[in-house]
């Protein structure tokens, strides 16, 4: 396998993108708390790409949706989340104002909504079980999980370093690097939408 799912990873979860989101929740939280709270999102992110990866496609099959159908949804829900990011806002960014509101008053915001929707939410889903499907031996799923590990370190470094960076990029620098991320994962999106429809439509792919 190679490093296409880890960027397209990269490019949907966008720690440095969540870095704004992150400040706000933890405002007047102790360096405990903070640090517990960046453990926790780190750990839950890894927690939903490595289930994503081990079980995704048992439980298409479960519910009887074939792979090639889930590879056109997804990919137009991964290209709903570019276009998104084009727009500077966050790809899994879906939470209303009321719901940032509740959750910077509760004791811990680090599954929800940090983790989901914000960092892992259904576009990565997709992502990774459209990946899994790709993989065919054990070291290929154990390298997907393990995608699931660099996501997991680049939430926590991004976490850690959230006020340097954003006293660094400031907020315009942040929305050039979501829009860049966003540009890519509209190709990776079309990509992932034409080999779906192919697999549904196989007369696409006569020449």
Not at 44 to 66: D, E, K, P, T, Y
Not at 140 to 169: D, K, M, S
Request: proline letters at 4%; charged letters at 10%.
């Amino acid at each position: 396998m190679d490093l296409k799912p880890l960027i397209t990873l990269l490019a949907i979860v966008n720690p440095l993108a969540i870095v704004p989101f992150f400040i706000h929740y933890t405002l007047g939280f102790s360096r405990q708390q903070r640090r517990r709270t960046i453990a926790i999102s780190a750990l839950s992110a890894f927690a939903v790409i490595a289930v994503s990866a081990l079980a995704g496609l048992q439980i298409l099959a479960f519910f009887g949706i074939s792979l090639a159908s889930f590879q056109v949804g997804g990919g137009m829900l991964l290209l709903m989340s570019a276009l998104s990011m084009l727009n500077a806002q966050p790809a899994e960014a879906k939470t209303t104002r009321d719901e940032v509101d509740d959750a910077a008053g509760r004791a811990s915001i680090a599954v929800v909504p940090l983790t989901i929707p914000l960092l892992t939410g259904p576009a990565t889903m997709s992502t990774v079980v459209i990946y899994a499907d790709q993989a065919k031996t054990f070291w290929q799923h154990a390298a997907l999980v393990g995608y699931g590990v660099v996501i997991a370190a680049a939430t926590a470094l991004c976490f850690t370093l959230a006020e340097p960076i954003a006293r660094v990029l400031g907020k315009t620098g942040i929305n050039v690097m979501t829009r860049l991320m966003g540009l890519i994962l509209a190709a990776l999106a079309v990509e992932v939408m034409a080999s779906g429809l192919m697999r549904l439509f196989p007369v696409l792919a006569g020449h």
